[in-house]
């Protein structure tokens, strides 16, 4: 639940810094969020949508627009360009992509829409200095808490033996994953 909060405050800190400017020359500012899951898992893509809600409910003239499940499973038919046209003819001076899924992608549209900024959650461009100037990235600090949850798992269990469930194979579930291994072995040897 508390990822969750971090995730909702981090998405509402997002939009209203990126505002800012735009809101100075218009009097609606419209964002699109682009979920890799439903707006109602429980999760990762709900926390997002509420927190775009959020932004919708206390910033006047702020209108969201969102594309949820946009995932090879759910919707392989459509690509993240094709949602980002249909919210920049919409009118979209933020769009926020919700997954590292995204994160090549999303860099690679940023040069074509440079008057529109992209935020990707998940993402490390930015830090490592190959995105464009309108691309920025923001991630909660995910180790620490699998980390924990490992050795939660380590001093429960009663075989020795664990197991983790990532969504995807990519380098932030081996990320996390690692975190929670490292953390059960910690706990399990001390």
């Known amino acids: 639940m508390k990822s969750r909060a971090i995730l909702l405050l981090a998405l509402v800190v997002l939009v209203l810094f990126s505002v800012g400017s735009v809101f100075a020359q218009s009097d609606e ?4 969020l682009v979920l890799v899951g439903p707006q109602d ?26 594309f949820e499940s946009l995932n090879p499973a759910d919707s392989p038919e ?15 001076q933020l769009i926020i992509t919700t997954s590292d899924a995204f ?28 995105a464009p100037a309108n691309v920025g990235n923001v991630m909660a600090q995910s180790e620490w808490p699998r980390l924990i949850a ?31 291994y490292l953390g059960a072995r910690y706990c399990r040897e001390t």
């Open 150 to 180: 490992g050795c939660a798992s380590a001093l429960a269990t009663e075989t020795g033996k664990i197991g983790y469930l990532g969504p995807l194979i990519n380098a932030e579930t081996r990320r996390v994953a690692s975190s929670q």
């Open 103 to 130: 994160e090549e992608d999303t860099t690679a549209l940023a040069g074509d829409y440079p008057d529109v900024t992209f935020v990707n959650v998940s993402g490390d461009d930015v830090l490592l200095g190959t």
């Open 29 to 32: 500012f419209v964002f699109g």
């Open 78 to 92: 459509v690509t993240l360009r094709d949602v980002v046209e249909i919210f920049v003819g919409e009118g979209a």
């Open 41 to 66: 898992d429980g999760g990762w893509s709900q926390a997002h949508y509420a927190g775009g809600l959020y932004v919708e409910e206390n910033l006047p003239g702020s209108r969201m627009l969102v």
